[in-house]
């Protein structure tokens, strides 16, 4: 089973709206992370959570503020979004950060919009 | 600066012949390298991957072969499928970067019934 669940799948929000999208796994990953995709380009690294520590920020604004509650959730708070900050949002798990061979495997993603 | 890079972004193979899709890296640290597969609107799925031990991987209908002295890989498509329509990633992690993927700009590819 390597399967990442995120929720929701689509999300409209306001500029200054504040919502959060989730993302779940049951694999045993320690690590996890959000990714951003744009249209036609290859996935963004956002943030990297390695044992329930932030252990990257790809210098991400503060209006993203990423939360692991355990090993298994990962959470992504949005406050205050621009519209340019509309994209498919990521997540993803690995066995563990820094590990040769560590493959990453990524959930459907959460469509934002933001208007 | 690019550091992996798929120069082709689109490539259209009749249903039943071989898709041949390349990438190719120019930093040396990168030892271990993963094709992707992203279907519109879904999240990028894990193929196959291939570490720089070796030359050449396996799975079904998917061989990646890698060219280190040219730092250069493709991915094997055998027999093609029109499911196998989807925008193709390939990606490098290494001892740098703390072992974050790098990917490169995606192939779509399009088989034809």
């Known amino acids: 089973d390597t399967e990442v669940t995120q929720t929701p799948k689509h999300l409209v929000m306001g500029m200054t709206n504040k919502k959060s999208l989730k993302c779940e796994q049951h694999m045993g990953h320690r690590a996890m992370y959000w990714y951003k995709q744009k249209a036609k380009k290859p996935p963004e690294l956002m943030f990297v959570y390695s044992y329930e520590k932030l252990s990257i920020n790809e210098s991400v604004p503060s209006r993203f503020s990423p939360e692991c509650p355990n090993s298994s959730l990962l959470n992504l708070h949005l406050h205050a979004l621009q519209p340019e900050d509309s994209a498919l949002y990521l997540c993803a798990s690995s066995q563990g950060q820094g590990a040769r061979g560590n493959t990453i495997y990524f959930g459907e993603g959460s469509w934002l919009t933001v208007v | 600066d690019q550091q992996v890079k798929q120069n082709s972004p689109s490539l259209s193979v009749q249903e039943g012949r071989i898709s041949i899709l390349n990438c190719d890296y120019t930093n040396s640290m990168f030892d271990y390298f993963l094709w992707y597969k992203k279907y519109p609107a879904e999240g990028p799925t894990f193929l196959i991957s291939?570490?720089?031990?070796?030359d050449k991987n396996e799975d079904g209908r998917f061989t990646v072969f890698l060219n280190k002295s040219a730092k250069h890989l493709s991915l094997h498509i055998v027999p093609s499928q029109p499911g196998d329509s989807a925008v193709y990633f390939c990606?490098?992690?290494?001892?740098?970067?703390?072992?974050?993927?790098?990917f490169g700009s995606g192939t779509q590819l399009t088989v034809l019934p």
């Open positions: 291939i570490s720089s031990i070796k």
């Open positions: 990606a490098a992690s290494g001892k740098g970067s703390a072992r974050q993927l790098t």
